[in-house]
């Protein structure tokens, strides 16, 4: 035993003083080359190739990944908003796979799944050294079959398990309905490149059947993670008569990134509440912190996830390629949202225990009153001066 570890260690100081890692520019090849060589096993080389790239993307950030060509088509089959499965966003926190959200009328969302929960075993089985996308596949699947998940919940003692049956999940972008006459109710799960269009339709509907303009509406756009940013300054525009929506900042050589509403707000100026929570992220903080920002929208509910940081998918041979973080951005008064979040105006704390329901018809009941108290609002409201939020 005590030679075994003495031959190690005067193996590992002759590989280190041969290739001189950290000064020669080669070493990464010569590592690949010799890893080729001299590993037990013999391992081709775009075996090696990807392992060399997905270590150096992946101990970026989080949000940086290397895609190989089944990554690559699980993004395609994200993006087109089809897949078989519960339906749930999930993430790495400190280490753990953890809900995100859950998708609105699909099996985790009817089982009660909640952010903020975290998985530790699928069919039985730890997730214990379980990447983030093996637990996917292990969620994926047949529309039809079951899958056991079992997971612990913050102010839960012992772990809860659920049984679930898979199936096809088709995420609608946009739902809506009638509050009481004049008062509408929007929901966006998540931003597609046709969530404006949608938007723009729903509202006109919630219009039509109050048999008048709106007097007030509330976007909810509780653990929506995000999805295309430029759907998400359609939708901001859409509120907004004008000014800065949101900007970029990277170290790419491209000047920063500045998108800028346009002429025209389709309500006209009527009081807009926007729901937010920790499963809100991303482009949907773009939305919370412009709207909050230009004073247009008053915001309830607890703090937003805290993702203002922008992938870009940059693609290499043979259908693989990288995720990789390109800039920050941030809201019209030079707000980061990176780690911070967006804080709410109204904070409605999220009562211990599950109580969903009750919740939902308090946050509910919260923004009604405040469109009620809140005036029509003119064409133009510039934008609120940042002090004005401690």
Known sequence: MTMGVALGVVAFQEL????????????????????????????????????????????????????????????????????????????????????????????????????GDTLIEVDHRSLRGRTLRETVKDLRGEPGTEVHVRLRRNGVETPMDFDLVRAAIRVSSVRSRLIEPGYGYVRIAQF????????????????????????????????????????????????LDGGLIVYTEGRDEKPELRFLADDGDILEGAPLVVLINRGSASAAEVVAGALQDHGRATLVGTRSYGKGSVQSVLRLQGKRAIKLTTAHYYTPNGRSIQASGIDPDI???????????????????????QLKESPRQGESQGVRPASARG
Not at 197 to 215: I, K, T
Not at 350 to 368: E, F, H, N, Q, V
């Open 16 to 115: 280190v003083g041969e290739l001189r890692l950290g000064r020669d520019a080669t070493s990464l090849g010569a590592v690949v080359q010799r890893v080729r060589d001299a590993y037990v096993e013999p391992i081709d080389e775009q075996t090696l190739t990807e392992n060399a790239i997905r270590g150096i993307v992946d101990g970026l950030d989080r949000h940086s990944s290397f895609l190989d060509a089944a990554a690559l088509a699980d993004l395609r089959e994200e993006t087109t908003g089809n897949f078989g499965g519960i339906g749930v966003d999930i993430g790495l926190e400190n280490g753990y796979i953890t809900v995100i959200r859950p998708l609105d009328d699909t099996p985790a969302a009817r089982a009660g799944l909640r952010p």
């Open 347 to 369: 904070v409605v704390p999220i009562p211990d225990g599950d109580a969903s329901a009750g919740y939902d018809a308090l946050l509910l009941a919260r923004a009604m009153r």
């Open 192 to 239: 597609q490149n046709q969530t404006p269009q949608d938007l723009r339709e729903a509202v006109q509907r919630l219009a039509d059947e109050s048999e008048g303009e709106l007097r007030g509406l509330v976007v909810d756009l509780r653990n929506n993670p995000g999805g295309v940013l430029g759907a998400s300054v359609d939708v901001a525009d859409e509120f």
